[in-house]
């Protein structure tokens, strides 16, 4: 039978046969059936083990019996050394026996000398079955990985969410501890832990976003900052041996994105260059104006480092997802600049010499000057002392509201769920202001208002909604519903609750 050479390519195949012409007639036979492949002849160990290294067969075809090595032997040696590479016996000797226990042994054919016939096809099987497992134990491993990636998101959702429970009241008590003292001393350290907070919070929101995969509302950033903030949180670990060299010539360049998720690619950027150069070097932060395309005018942040560097074969694989050469590497820092700077419509080219160094260039569009600068939040403003009612469930969040709005002079009312609400509601006075979480999943905030409006109640509704989360606003007749963005900005709070009071 005639087999196709296309069918297994070019084979190199390997000979474990004592008589030369036994193994010429056997190379015959292959190349008159058609197949194209090279040969290596071995008759002893050492030699097989040789050749396994050197000559890297796709199969090996060994002699059972020989005089001065054994078929067995070889098949002991070759499993040894490649567990999956095919095996086939070729002998003289007839029995069911001898093909029994060669099989028994691991081989993954038989073939008698007298029946050339069989070989090329027995062959080629061979082949292509090992393929076909090779091919199958790299997708079961490309699925582990997908699954571990997987996992690594749940645990990452779950513990951004957890985070952002904890830093809640990092938002909300230094407007507290503000509201008490006139200490400037004070108030400064106040700011600073509310900065903390928020940019944890944003590391958090950011964790969670990369895992659903959703796109953060940009701010405006000033690069001068970034490099600033990128400057403060390296000295600590800037060995002697490097020096750091900033320059931005331009100081009024400013990008849009997220200044955590930038700040964040320019330290695992760094960091990567830090851990390139253990003898110590120069690491260079510039940017600069690169012109316009595309109708937009174009930044250039450039990371140089005189490290390391990369060969071709790291350059191939150095985004993907959990590659890495370090013994303690992550592998997802590089994945994660990418994904940034491609949120911001971005893109990061990377040039490397080994032994030499690298560049990372980072080119981003600059932010449109002619758009007016986002309004910041107006100062806080304090109440007159009407009833609020605060429904939420999550009970850090319920008395930190409490305490907050009651500092204001307002008559807080604090219920845990709406039942709890409207049970409160029929010992008291209607309350003016209704604030309410819309994640709240027993008595939804819409069926809520709709019993309050039902029961009276006239004044506005604030709803405490997650970024990106839209709800229905016309929820009830003669209720006036606002949306309170969690987290919650204290300042905007208050200054919601106050507008809210005095429409
Ligand atoms: P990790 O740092 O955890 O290994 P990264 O995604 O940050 O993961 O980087 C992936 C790989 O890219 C590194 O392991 C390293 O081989 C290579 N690499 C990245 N930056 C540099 C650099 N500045 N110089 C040399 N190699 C680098
Ligand atoms: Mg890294």
């Known amino acids: 039978m005639a087999v196709k050479a296309a069918e297994t390519g070019d084979l190199r195949i390997l000979l474990v046969e004592d008589m ?10 292959i190349l008159a059936a058609g197949m194209r492949a090279s040969f290596q002849r071995v008759e002893e160990e050492a030699q097989l083990l040789g050749a396994l290294q050197d000559f890297q067969p796709d199969v090996v075809l060994a002699e059972l019996t020989m005089a001065g090595f054994s078929g067995f032997r070889a098949l002991d040696v070759v499993r040894q050394v490649q567990p999956a590479l095919p095996f086939l016996f070729l002998t003289s000797t007839t029995g069911e026996e001898a093909a029994v226990a060669a099989l028994q042994r691991g081989a993954n054919d038989y073939i008698l000398k007298h029946q050339p016939a069989r070989l090329p096809a027995a062959v080629s099987r061979a082949v292509r079955d090992a393929r076909t497992e090779s091919d199958r134990v790299r997708v079961e491993g490309e699925l582990m990985r997908a699954q571990r990636l997987e996992s690594l998101s749940l645990l990452a959702a779950g513990l951004s969410h957890d985070l952002r429970n904890i830093l809640q009241p990092l938002l909300i008590m230094p407007e507290l501890l503000k509201a008490r003292t006139d200490d400037p001393q ?3 350290m106040a700011d600073v832990i509310a900065e903390c907070g928020r940019r944890g919070h944003e590391m958090a929101e950011s964790m969670l976003s990369f895992v659903r995969g959703s796109r953060k509302p940009s701010e405006r950033v000033p690069v001068g900052h970034l490099f600033e903030a990128v ?10 041996a490097v020096s750091l060299e900033v320059r931005q010539d331009d100081l009024d360049l400013t990008v849009e994105g997220n200044f955590t998720e930038l700040q964040q690619v320019l330290l695992n950027l760094a960091l990567n260059a830090l851990q390139a150069m ?5 690491l260079g932060l510039r940017a600069e104006r690169t012109g316009r395309h595309e109708g937009r005018f174009w930044l250039c942040i450039t990371v140089t480092d005189e490290g390391i560097g990369m060969d071709a074969g790291t350059l191939a694989q150095l985004f993907s997802p959990f590659f890495t050469t370090k013994p303690d590497g992550t592998g997802l820092g590089l994945t994660s600049c990418k994904r940034i700077i491609e949120s911001c419509g971005g893109r990061i080219e990377v040039t490397s010499v080994a032994g030499q160094g690298t560049r990372f260039d980072l080119h981003l569009p600059l932010s449109d000057p002619s758009e007016a600068d986002q309004v910041s939040h107006p100062p806080a403003v304090r109440g007159t002392g009407p009833a609020v009612l605060v429904v939420d469930g999550e009970a850090t969040r319920l008395s930190l509201l409490g305490n907050a709005l009651s500092s204001q002079g307002y008559l807080l009312h604090l219920a845990s769920d709406g039942a709890a609400a409207l049970r409160m509601l029929q010992a008291n006075a209607m309350p003016a202001l209704a604030i309410l979480d819309g994640g709240a999943a027993l008595l939804p905030a819409h069926a809520l208002l709709a019993e309050l409006a039902a029961q009276g109640f006239q004044g506005t509704a604030l709803l405490m909604l997650d970024e ?3 709800a229905e606003l016309s929820v009830a007749e003669g209720v006036d519903v606002h949306v309170l963005r969690k987290p919650l900005d204290m300042q905007q709070v208050f200054h919601s609750v106050a507008t809210a009071l005095t429409t």
């Open 231 to 240: 400057q403060l949180l390296l000295r600590g670990s800037l060995p002697a």
């Open 186 to 188: 004070l108030r400064h």
């Open 468 to 470: 990106g989360d839209d």
């Open 20 to 29: 030369p012409e036994d193994a010429d007639r056997v190379i015959a036979q």
């Open 278 to 282: 253990p003898h110590g070097g120069r």
